[in-house]
Every structure is written in structure tokens, then in C-alpha cells.
């Protein structure tokens, strides 16, 4: 591991500074501390109890189909079930767990366990009810909201959110019933998708558990069948974390072990600094020009979720720091907004980012990964880039009048993005839908008021001479 840390550490070094168009982000290593931890913590409990939770609960509680309505205009209005709907009507199992997991945690964060676990039981019934293939095992990627499975295959994308929300849910509800299912449930997928030749996991398969391999047909994701996705396997480390948590189970180490290797090193381009997306079964990169891009967002949130996992674990995150500054790094070299603050969406190896919306989750995630390095390391680089992210989230994300955050924003004139605009940005897209629920925002609220806590802490320890 360090063998391999090193040689991307002078790979990077020879490479620093040599394109034409570099940007004018500058690290700046200077350690300082947080004066404002209670203002902090009081603003993103505004933003969590008076903007997130109540656009969810209770109103996307369906208490006639099971699970949870998440069809929403850019206004918040439930587009219902009829014609004019659109696919967003039929429910997948990404958001369905998405939800289960929302109200669990909330449970978790000390809201009322009277309301939300409720609410958590309602979703994860209707996962085990109806999402679940009871034939076959796994989970259906969608079915219509009386429940018919419109699209039964199974990708591991959609099995991993499945596992985060039984996992979640179990450690909020205290039900060993709940736990031993989750369990049961992971150990399926390990035997059905593991890949015990070149590590990580075969992503696509069909109902039966084939796996589907042919690259002229495109799975639900919408990439070639065969190929490994950094984007799947960040979201299998995700639960398989939380269920590590909760269950101490030797194989789940195991494979998180694994993981950490995979999303630290097997991902990362090593002469760039960053991580792409697409890979072959054995790990070598799909070289393309369109795969050829490195996403900001998920840089940043895989630096922070390898962070947890070695928590968890036990690892030293010392071990990896190196890692995480590369990939942080980069994207704060090239897709930080110096001047409103926040993150763009992606860019090409080496340039400015060519796609320029700030994208609701980008920002929740790398808000939440600034604060994670800055409680790393303690400086200022960090620091700051989490004030100006969550500067521009409250300032340009949040939709004060109905509620939520909206999908995306753009500068006002972008061709072809209309909507309501604010300030010199025009806001774009539903407020839920086939990918958008109360995970990333919620969960990055959550978890930066928990870090406040453990840093204020912490501050309170030095003080008093602890």
C-alpha cells in the first residue's frame, strides 16, 4: 500500500503545474481551528429540521401503494401516478432504500423515534414485500406503483442501496430479525457477484442471477454490460460498512477490505491524481475519450467514505492521507468555484470543468469531505473550502419557498436552462424522482452536524488541558 501511495506521490509532484490552463487554486497547508462550531452546528440544523425533513415527512408516505411517492416538480408538487407522470411514477429500489435509510438515521441522529422509525418500518416492509425477489433473491431494479416488477433485473448498484437501508434500519429498530435478513441478503449477493479472480464485484444480472456480459445492450446505469464502475463499488463499501457496524461479520471485513484497496488505489489514475469511472473486469482502465473525465463529486464523497470505512476497520486513516489529498487536490484544483463557492459537475483530465452545474448532491458530498479533511488535518485549505460550499448551498441550493434543494443550478443564459432563477442562477429539475431523495443532503447534514460535535469536543479537550 505505501509502495503504491509513493510512486503516485512523484508521479503527481513531476506532473504539478505543467498544464497551460491551470486554475489559480493554490493549497494552503496553514492548521487553524473553528471559532464558530455552535453557529455551524445551528445553521445546518436550520437547514435539516426546516428545509429537509419537512419536505419529506410525512407527504411522501404512500399509504395506499406501500413505500414512498418520489415524483416531485422543481416546485415540490407530486406529479401523481397518470400519463403525465413519467417513468418517475414506478418505484426503484435506489430511492425506495434511500428513504428507508433516511428516516433510520434520523432515528439514529436522536429525532423522534416515535415519528421516524414509523416512517423507516413503512419502507423497509415495502422492500422486503414487494421490491424483493422472493423467487430468486436480490432486489428488482423497478416495479409500477401497484408493484408489478417492470424491470426485474438485478444491478449491483441497486442491491448495495438495498443493504444500506436493511443495515440502517436494523441498527435504529434494535430488530435482530432485521439484522439477520440484511445479513442474509449480503451473504446471497457475495456468492451470486464476487469476483474471487480479479476482486470487487460483476455488476449486472438477470433476474435468475446470469450475468449479463455483452456490451451491446447497456444496463440500468446506462453503460456497456462487463464493465466494473468506480460509481458501483464506492456504493458497495457504503453498506457494506454500516453493516459491518452492525454485525462485526469476518466476511464483510473482508471484502471491505478489499474495497478500500480497490476505491484507493484500482480507481485512481495514478499519473492524474484522480479517479475515473469505467473499468474492465481486471481493473484496466476504458480508455475514451467520454470515460476520460474525472467527476468531482464522487472524488470527494469516496474520499471521505474510505475514511469511514477505515474507521471502521481499524486502519489508520494516516495510512491513506496521501490518497485522499491527491483526490481532493484535483478537484479543488479544477472544479471549485473560487468565486460563489461550491462544486462543478466534471471536467476532462487536466482542465477547468466543462460541465458547470452545481449538481444538489455534488455539493452535499463535498461539503461534508471538506469538513472530513479538515478534521484530518486541520487546515485552513479545508476549512475554507467547506464555508464557501456551504456558503453556496445556502445562498443558491436551498429553495426557501417550497423546500429542499434544488437538482441543479446554472449561471442565468446557459442555452436551453430555464426555471426559477436567483441572483444570476437559474435552478433546474424535480425536487424527487428516479435518483433524487433525501440521502446525499440529509446524510451530509447529519453527518457535519456529528462532526461539529466531535470537533467542538475535541476543542473543549485541549481547553481543559484533557
Known amino acids: 500500500m505505501k509502495k503504491i501511495l509513493m510512486s503516485v506521490s512523484v508521479a503527481l509532484v513531476l506532473l504539478a503545474g505543467c498544464t497551460k490552463n491551470e486554475p489559480v487554486f493554490r493549497h494552503d497547508s496553514t492548521t487553524v481551528g473553528i471559532s464558530n462550531i ?35 416538480d422543481i416546485n415540490g408538487v407530486f406529479k401523481g401516478f397518470g400519463s403525465n407522470a413519467g417513468s418517475s411514477s414506478n418505484r426503484y429500489i435506489v430511492v425506495q432504500s434511500r428513504m428507508v435509510w433516511f428516516f433510520s438515521r434520523l432515528v439514529r441522529a436522536g429525532y423522534s423515534k416515535e415519528k421516524y422509525l414509523p416512517a423507516a418500518k413503512h419502507g423497509y416492509d415495502y422492500l422486503r414485500n ?4 422472493k423467487k430468486n433473491g436480490g432486489f428488482y431494479w423497478g416495479v409500477s406503483p401497484s408493484g408489478k416488477p417492470i424491470q426485474p433485473n438485478k ?62 445492450v447497456k444496463n440500468y446505469l446506462g453503460v456497456p454490460n462487463g464493465y466494473k464502475l468506480m460509481n458501483t463499488h464506492l456504493h458497495l463499501m457504503e453498506p457494506f460498512t454500516l453493516l459491518y457496524t452492525l454485525s462485526g461479520d469476518a466476511l464483510v471485513r473482508e471484502r471491505l477490505q478489499e474495497l478500500v484497496m480497490i476505491q484507493s488505489s484500482s480507481v485512481m489514475r495514478k499519473t492524474l491524481g484522480a479517479c475515473t469511472d469505467k473499468y474492465l473486469a481486471n481493473w484496466k482502465p476504458v480508455d475514451q475519450s467520454n470515460y476520460n473525465r474525472v467527476s468531482y463529486g ?40 473560487t468565486t460563489n463557492g461550491g462544486f462543478f459537475d466534471s471536467g476532462a ?22 469538513l472530513s479533511m479538515y ?60 435518483w433524487k431523495a433525501a440521502y446525499h443532503n440529509g446524510r451530509a447534514i447529519i453527518q457535519t452536524i456529528s462532526l461539529l460535535e466531535k470537533l467542538e469536543r475535541e476543542s473543549n479537550d485541549t481547553k481543559s488541558g484533557k
Open 38 to 72: 455552535t453557529e455551524l452546528k445551528q445553521q445546518c440544523r436550520s437547514i435539516l429540521d426546516e428545509n429537509i425533513i419537512p419536505f419529506w415527512y410525512p407527504s411522501t408516505i404512500d399509504t395506499v401503494n406501500g413505500g414512498y411517492n418520489l415524483n416531485h
Open 130 to 133: 414487494v421490491m424483493q425477489d
Open 155 to 216: 444491478h449491483m448498484y441497486g442491491q448495495g442501496f438495498a443493504v444500506y437501508a436493511l443495515s440502517e434500519y436494523a441498527l435504529a429498530s434494535k430488530d435482530p430479525e432485521a439484522k439477520a435478513f440484511v445479513l442474509k441478503v449480503f451473504r446471497q449477493l457475495d456468492e451470486k457477484a464476487h469476483d474471487k479472480v480479479n476482486g470487487g464485484y460483476v455488476e449486472y444480472f438477470t433476474p435468475d442471477w446470469q450475468p449479463i456480459t455483452g456490451t451491446n
Open 298 to 337: 464522487h472524488d470527494l464523497e469516496n474520499v471521505w467514505l474510505v475514511a469511514e470505512t477505515c474507521d471502521a476497520l481499524g486502519v489508520p486513516n494516516s495510512v491513506l492521507l496521501d490518497a485522499y489529498r491527491y483526490m481532493f487536490d484535483y478537484s479543488l484544483r479544477y472544479g471549485f468555484d
Open 349 to 370: 483530465f487536466n482542465r477547468p470543468a466543462d460541465k458547470i452545474q452545481k449538481t444538489w448532491w455534488v455539493q452535499a458530498e463535498c461539503m461534508y469531505s471538506a
Open 375 to 434: 478534521s484530518l488535518t486541520k487546515e485552513k485549505t479545508y476549512l475554507d473550502t467547506f464555508y464557501k460550499t456551504l456558503g453556496w448551498i445556502t445562498n443558491y441550493q436551498i429553495d426557501r419557498k417550497h423546500g429542499e434543494w434544488f437538482s441543479d443550478v446554472w449561471p442565468v443564459g446557459t442555452k436551453g436552462k430555464s426555471g426559477v432563477t436567483n441572483n444570476g442562477f437559474v435552478a433546474v429539475g424535480g425536487k424527487a424522482n428516479a
